[in-house]
């Protein structure tokens, strides 16, 4: 569905098409609300790394600090635009995979899987495995590329482009199976749901004779560059929508937007509360707002647009045969 919004009209972002196709007021409110759901997922990854980074390797820090210069770092990234992201993107690009693969070759090696614990298959039939894909995991990660439609508009749009992008989703998709059937067959279904970082558990259990243990760092690099690169991500969003709204530059749009973001990353005091409102709230009734229902609504009205201006081009191009 992305992506045909974006095949509709080329040259405009997710703001510009709001403002355009929704109008100036009612497209500036929901593109003001979009940037807010923006920074609100930034706040989350935010925390989530502040926690992890607790967890596995600064045990002693305050995780407030531990926040505050992950959001300046990453501000700092924002400050420089999206071309400069996606190129840093496509050189740590193969560090991730490289991650990744010797992890699950560890796993492998270490004895870890134990394929009884995914049966039994469909033993309820595929009511369970629909109720369970949505909203839950339609909305988280999935729906989360409503983010692309800001960056879709600097691309290079050549043949290649519809190809390569539902490839990307396609590998995306087959690689967090991947991951999240590998954390079931170590750790077992009923640990693997209930645990707040599956694979992290997964991963502490590699040893290897007392010389390989601990690979916690591994996993760290792999968490920080993938939340690191997320956060900028939703940020640049955030910004580039407030400054479409308010006309003010980008740059001076940056400081406050990263200040809300460290703020909003406290709105849950306690950790259990921050993942019960993730759950129950934002994945279930505020993301599928913005991820389903506003998209939907642009493109009934791109398609309406559309139907309009090619019956009046038809009825000028009538009028014009009939003067002939």
Not at 16 to 34: A, C, D, N, R, T
Not at 76 to 82: I, K, S
Not at 206 to 221: N, T
Request: aromatic fraction near 12%; hydrophobic fraction near 50%.
């Amino acid at each position: 569905m992305y992506l045909w919004i974006h095949q509709l009209d080329k040259g405009k972002d997710l703001y510009e098409l709001l403002q355009y196709y929704i109008g100036k007021i009612p497209g500036s409110v929901l593109g003001f609300f979009f940037a807010i759901h923006f920074m609100y997922e930034t706040s989350r990854n935010l925390r989530d790394m502040g926690e992890v980074t607790v967890l596995t390797l600064l045990n002693r820090t305050p995780i407030a600090f531990i926040m505050l210069v992950a959001i300046l770092v990453v501000g700092n990234t924002v400050r420089y635009g999206p071309e400069v992201l996606m190129r840093t993107c496509t050189i740590l690009f193969p560090i991730v995979i490289l991650s990744y693969t010797v992890l699950i070759v560890l796993i492998t090696a270490a004895g870890l899987l134990h394929v009884e614990n995914m049966q039994p298959i469909l033993e309820k039939g595929l009511p369970p495995v629909w109720s369970a894909a949505f909203p839950e995991i339609v909305s988280f990660p999935f729906g989360q590329t409503i983010l692309f439609l800001v960056f879709f508009k600097i691309t290079e749009h050549d043949s290649k482009f519809n190809k390569a992008l539902l490839s990307a989703y396609g590998v995306v998709s087959i690689i967090l199976t991947i991951i999240n059937q590998i954390n079931i067959i170590v750790l077992g279904p009923s640990l693997a749901i209930n645990a707040s970082t599956p694979l992290l558990e997964t991963i502490q259990l590699i040893q290897f004779a007392g010389v390989l243990e601990r690979m916690d760092a591994i996993f760290a690099l792999v968490l920080f560059l993938g939340l690191g690169i997320k956060m900028a991500a939703f940020f640049i969003g955030a910004v580039t929508g407030l400054s479409r709204i308010t006309n003010i530059k980008y740059k001076l749009l940056i400081l406050p937007t990263g200040i809300t973001i460290y703020f909003l990353s406290f709105l849950s005091p306690r950790y259990t509360e921050y993942i019960w409102l993730g759950l129950n709230v934002s994945v279930k009734w505020v993301s599928p707002f913005f991820q389903i229902l506003i998209p939907l609504l642009l493109l009934a009205f791109m398609l309406l647009q559309k139907k309009k201006r090619l019956r009046a081009t038809q009825n000028t191009g009538e009028e014009r045969q009939n003067r002939i």
